[in-house]
T-cell receptor, first 115, second 109 residues
Framework: DTGVSQNPRHKITKRGQNVTFRCDPI?????LYWYRQTLGQGPEFLTY????????KSRLLSDRFSAERPKGSFSTLEIQRTEQGDSAMYLC?????????????FGSGTRLTVV | RKEVEQDPGPFNVPEGATVAFNCTYS??????FFWYRQDCRKEPKLLMS???SGNEDGRFTAQLNRASQYISLLIRDSKLSDSATYLC??????????FGAGTTVTVRA
């Protein structure tokens, strides 16, 4: 297991289309996170899974966004009816318990461009 | 107000110089702190955790001041390869890491 894997690396889509991204975390990490990053900003929290349970969603995550982690392993993030404002880097991360000082390991991200 | 605030820089320093910068966090309940490094158009990568007593990792020294709620990072003997954006991170609850917007460091030959 070489780290967190995200697919695709890049996605260009037309406004109004649906897109889905996939994240494969480090296998022994039970915690999985989705963040979004725009130019000049730090990553912003979107949602968090512990095993298969989605425990928190940011208010940034409108009802056009949905995330799943059906078997507690890989996760998908779907954006419906994409808008130009959705253009960003979508980062997935996994970790052990951060309360014990474990940081996140990020994937390479999916760069979404909505035209 | 953002949970973590950083001076965006850029800090432009010559090779071999020492550069230091801080960040502040607003949530006094924050428990763990980290510095991440992010290269242009790449994902953030964990540089080091920050401990209450301060800690070093090679040329990098991190300090935490809980009373003033700030974290610092010092880079000694800067290398060209240290050029990057450094993200200050606070862990404030069970799951969430809050990231600053980053401090850009450019090391010139």
């Amino acid at each position: 297991d070489t780290g967190v894997s995200q697919n695709p690396r890049h996605k260009i889509t037309k406004r109004g289309q649906n897109v889905t991204f996939r994240c494969d975390p480090i296998s022994e990490h039970n915690r999985l996170y989705w963040y979004r990053q725009t130019l000049g900003q730090g990553p912003e929290f979107l949602t968090y899974f512990q095993n298969e349970a989605q425990l928190e969603k940011s208010r940034l995550l409108s009802d056009r966004f949905s995330a799943e982690r059906p078997k507690g392993s890989f996760s998908t993030l779907e954006i419906q009816r994409t808008e130009q404002g959705d253009s960003a880097m979508y980062l997935c991360a996994s970790s052990l318990d951060p309360r014990r000082g474990y940081g996140y390991t990020f994937g390479s991200g999916t760069r979404l461009t909505v035209v | 107000r953002k949970e973590v605030e950083q001076d965006p820089g850029p800090f432009n320093v010559p090779e071999g110089a020492t550069v230091a910068f801080n960040c502040t966090y607003s949530n006094s309940a924050s428990q763990s702190f980290f510095w991440y490094r992010q290269d242009c158009r790449k994902e953030p990568k964990l540089l080091m955790s920050v401990y209450s007593s301060g800690n070093e990792d090679g040329r990098f020294t991190a300090q935490l001041n809980r009373a003033s709620q700030y974290i610092s990072l010092l880079i000694r003997d800067s290398k060209l390869s240290d050029s990057a954006t450094y993200l200050c991170v606070a862990h404030s609850n069970d799951y969430k890491l809050s990231f600053g917007a980053g401090t850009t460091v450019t090391v010139r030959a």
